[in-house]
């Protein structure tokens, strides 16, 4: 027999509040980590899925896609160099078009390989363009009612959608991977600006033979490559965001530490006269702080599923189009840190636990 | 008769220096199997000191006890912990039974807290021998808060029985109880302690609960002084 785990059996209602108190926060936590995962799969989703292992830009865009402008020349010569095994050029352009149901955000990528190293390798329906007027979109247009098959237009630029890809959305926005022509087609036609230019693109994808590290490549002057991490890191907030956004969760679990530390506390407070006579009658500390811990054990891992359940609830009401994205991985993360929490909560009674002199269960205060 | 309890000039003093304060004397006392001894004196003459060296729960600062030829001042604290789990009974004032387990329950966790555990089935079997002994046959499945005080104090006896202890100590059983619980109560523990033929020291400072010892032992301003019933 437990005594620990009886306890928790018997007394069910006192540990209910502690227990509720553990999911209200691991609710919290993993709603906040679903926005955390899901902000940042949406932003960063178009690169991660690609299977370049480092881009290159020019040096004054500071890694960032949108500020990026290399010369065609620049992008051959890349090509060439010692180390790389495929260099696939890419334009880039954040802009508004048109789906079968109206306005749409895009990033449209063009590439002129459409399984170049800029392009994510796996398709979830369709095929992959055969044309240059054909493209494969982020599935996450299919609610807006982009299919297989569906036209989008980007400022009177129109390509036909020929398969679809998943987890591929750049800065939030959805991405088309069309061919370099129609980016640029499109290109020109939403920025009038850029007409004049009619060979640039905006970065290399490029992937690497085993062992060729990024910063080893041999490039043209002005152009910089960075890893796909350093990529990722370099997408304007994303780092600030998931800093941020972790910071909160860590406080919070801090939290979740300090009223387990409390319960137990105040528990252990209460018990004082019965721990005595329980060590007085041959109970060690290690007994007694095993069931301790058990109790945090069991309490915050109940807590947890609960707060999960909660999440998920709540994660089938949010309207389409918030960033939320539920992963069994960060479920995993958030469970374990929680239980970590509540363990590391339970251990600030241990001390007084084992301070509990067995001597004072005689004597007592009745007379 | 064998001697099974020895005491041997036991002093214990607290603090140190200006602000020592001896609480117990050269006590000396030994016990055969089988007799049980009542311990008198008034609140602070040193008799829980006593009790607590003899149980294993405090260390006398200087003098022996040994207990079935067990040196008991000479245990580390762990040590400690198992001799009051294999080789003690204990009687509180107030029953201190784990209000969240049965009757039953408390008396079999007694046996979790063995180092050589009897099996599960043994151990309530006996659990539940001792319950009827002590009139509680119907209330082993209650839970404490639903016993009354001299139920819970007889739940309480059973307990200090449960390990098959070589002394049973008990701390003023009759603190919380009326008069005539309170001998009822220490009637059916000299009876368990006679029949199943332990040892055992009562402390009290109730003159009346000494009838059903075999003798009595006074202590006053922490010197022990023997008399006999």
């Given at each position: 027999m437990r005594l620990g785990l009886a306890e928790l059996r018997r007394n069910r209602g006192r540990f209910a509040s502690v227990t509720a108190a553990l999911a209200l926060i691991a609710f919290l936590v993993l709603i906040l980590s679903a926005i955390s995962d899901g902000l940042y799969f949406g932003a960063t989703g178009a690169l991660r899925s690609a299977p370049a292992d480092a881009y290159a830009f020019s040096t004054d865009a500071k890694g960032s896609l949108v500020r990026s402008s290399l010369p065609a020349q620049a992008a051959a010569q890349l090509a060439t160099a010692p180390g790389v095994r495929q260099a696939t050029p890419l334009g880039v352009l954040l802009t508004t078009g048109a789906g079968p149901r109206g306005e749409l955000d895009v990033a449209v990528l063009g590439s002129p390989?459409?399984?170049?190293?800029?392009?994510?390798?796996?398709?979830?329906e369709g095929r992959r363009p055969s044309s240059a007027t054909e493209s494969v979109a982020d599935s996450v247009l299919r609610s807006r009612g982009v299919r297989v098959g569906s036209t989008v237009t980007v400022s009177g630029v129109s390509t036909q959608v020929v398969g679809l890809v998943s987890d591929a959305s750049y800065q939030g926005q959805p991405t088309l991977y069309t061919s370099l022509a129609t980016w640029r087609e499109m290109r020109h036609a939403a920025r009038p600006e850029t007409r004049g230019d009619t060979s640039s693109v905006t970065a290399v994808a490029l992937r690497l033979d085993p062992g060729v590290s990024a910063s080893s490549v041999q490039v043209p002057a002005g152009v910089s490559v960075l890893t796909k991490d350093e990529t990722i890191n370099a997408i304007p907030g994303t780092a600030q965001q998931r800093s941020t956004l972790n910071a909160i969760i860590y406080t919070t679990l801090l939290v979740a530490a300090l009223v387990v530390g409390l319960f137990f506390a105040l528990l252990t407070l209460e018990r004082r006269d019965l721990l005595a006579s329980l060590k007085a009658l041959g109970a060690s500390t290690r007994l007694l702080g095993t069931g301790l811990f058990l109790q945090a054990v069991v309490a915050t891992g109940v807590g947890v599923v609960v707060g999960a359940a909660l999440a998920r609830l709540l994660g089938l009401v949010i309207p389409e189009g918030v960033p939320i994205l539920f992963r069994t991985q960060t479920l995993g993360v958030v469970a374990v840190l929680s239980i970590l929490s509540g363990v590391l909560g339970a251990a600030f009674s241990l001390r007084r636990i084992a301070r509990i002199d067995p001597a004072t269960a005689l004597g007592g205060t009745l007379q | 008769m064998t001697e099974i309890l020895t005491v041997d000039g036991v002093t214990k003093v607290y603090g140190s220096g200006h602000t020592a304060v001896t609480a117990l004397e050269h006590a000396s006392l030994s016990l055969e199997q089988g007799e049980f001894v009542a311990l008198l004196g008034p609140s602070g003459s040193g008799k829980t000191t006593l009790l607590s060296i003899i149980g294993g729960l405090l260390a006398p600062s200087t003098g022996t006890v040994s207990l079935g030829g067990i040196d008991v001042g000479a245990l580390s604290a762990k040590q400690q912990t198992v001799f009051r789990a294999e080789t003690v009974g204990f009687v509180f004032q107030s029953a201190n039974l784990v209000p969240f387990l049965t009757a039953r329950e408390n008396l079999v966790l007694m046996n979790t807290l063995r180092r050589h555990k009897v099996p599960a089935a043994q151990a309530r079997a006996r659990a539940d021998q001792l319950l009827d002994e002590l009139g509680l046959a119907d209330r082993a499945g209650n839970l404490p808060e639903q016993l009354s005080g001299g139920e819970r104090q007889r739940v309480a006896i059973g307990r200090s029985l449960m390990n098959d202890p070589d002394l049973v100590l008990v701390d003023e059983p009759t603190a919380a109880l009326d008069t005539t619980l309170g001998r009822q109560v220490v009637q059916l523990l000299a009876r368990e302690i006679k029949e199943r033929g332990k040892t055992g020291i009562m402390v009290t400072h109730d003159l009346r609960m000494v009838e059903y010892t075999d003798r009595y032992l006074e202590i006053l301003d922490g010197h022990l002084q023997a008399a006999t019933a």
């Open positions: 390989d459409p399984r170049g190293a800029g392009v994510p390798g796996k398709l979830t | -």
